[in-house]
């Protein structure tokens, strides 16, 4: 039987556990290894299929492919057959028809994946479905905690931004309640979705309230392609209010981590100065994207899911 990831709500606390720790496996060979090439995924073909953009998703998983000895290739919507209006089953079908083993794909449409999880006999990843989850980035960030606290169990984690349009935070909740964190939202009413809280989350709209005490302060990005006018005045009066500077970081614990999804909108989520000190470890987010998402494919084609 094939597996799929789709999100973080189909899985256990156990099943997220096995993967963050092959991920921490993983990840020695990804800044450790004198030579980048294990051979776990030797003869499997992985594709990536993005209907939107990326940089740090896409080449993460292109890399942990290559890493792993797949033959990887990329496609997207334009420049593909899907520019002249061939649906997504359709490409789904014929890149199945290829070979592939692993479908990655993201796509604007929430439960696109899902969909083609039924139709397809590659196992699927969501690599980011519309608004709903995000889960390899979820499990980066919580290989991230986990390298800086030690545990997931007990931590405060104040997610800050634009909740409404996240799969980020959707993911990174059902992922940290699971494994005990105590989860805050803050951000402008506007951008918090109705009935957030019923996702086991403490809801905000001043940030400050939602950064006191925490052990990990995570800015979103601001999704100015997602927004309808008038959610917020301007980025200006956003980060007046709701952006992360030195000073908001101190109501934060002394040992705080700042993270961030990326792609960052500089001086709007984070202030530069909180994004380039020394409590920052978005770089290293990016680090444990390549192992996480190495694990992911090696336990869907080997078993652990
Ligand atoms: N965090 C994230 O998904 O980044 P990309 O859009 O660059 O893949």
């Known amino acids: 039987m094939k597996h799929d990831l789709l999100g973080l709500k189909e899985l256990s606390a156990e099943q997220i556990k096995n993967i963050l720790s092959e991920a921490a496996d993983m990840k020695k060979i990804v800044v450790g290894a004198k030579e980048k090439k294990i051979k776990n995924l030797q003869g499997k073909t992985v594709v990536n299929l ?12 292109e890399l942990a492919a290559k890493y792993m000895s797949a033959n990887a290739a ?3 919507s334009s420049g593909s057959s899907v520019a002249k209006g061939e649906t997504l089953t359709d490409t789904a079908e014929t890149i199945n028809a290829m070979g592939t083993d692993i479908l990655v794909m993201r796509h604007s449409m929430s439960g696109a994946p899902h969909m083609l999880s039924k139709l397809i006999s590659a196992s699927v990843v969501n690599a980011g479905d519309g608004m709903n989850e995000h889960p390899t980035q979820a499990l980066l960030d919580m290989l991230t905690m986990i390298e800086h606290k030690g545990h997931i ?25 699971k494994l005990g964190a105590e989860v805050t ?15 086991g989350v403490k809801v905000f709209n001043n940030i400050h309230e939602a950064i006191v005490d925490a052990d990990v302060v995570m800015g979103l990005r601001i999704q100015l392609e997602r927004q309808k006018k008038g959610l917020f005045p301007s980025v200006r009066e956003y980060f007046r209010f709701f952006g992360v500077d030195d000073s908001r970081l101190k109501l934060a614990k002394p040992d705080a981590i700042v993270m961030h999804p990326g792609p960052v909108n500089r001086g709007v989520e984070l202030s530069t100065t909180v994004i380039d ?29």
């Open 185 to 199: 939202v803050g951000g402008p009413s506007t951008l918090m979705p109705m009935g957030i809280e019923e996702l």
């Open 74 to 76: 990329n496609i997207s």
């Open 50 to 61: 993005f209907y939107e953009n990326s940089t740090r998703t896409r080449l993460s998983f």
């Open 153 to 177: 169990e007990g931590l405060k984690v104040a997610i800050i931004g634009d909740i409404y349009h996240s799969r980020v935070v959707r993911s990174n909740i059902y992922g940290l309640t």
């Open 277 to 305: 000190g020394e409590k920052s470890v978005i770089t290293q987010q990016v680090t444990s994207g390549v192992a996480v998402r190495m694990a992911v494919m090696d336990m869907l084609i080997h078993g652990g899911f």
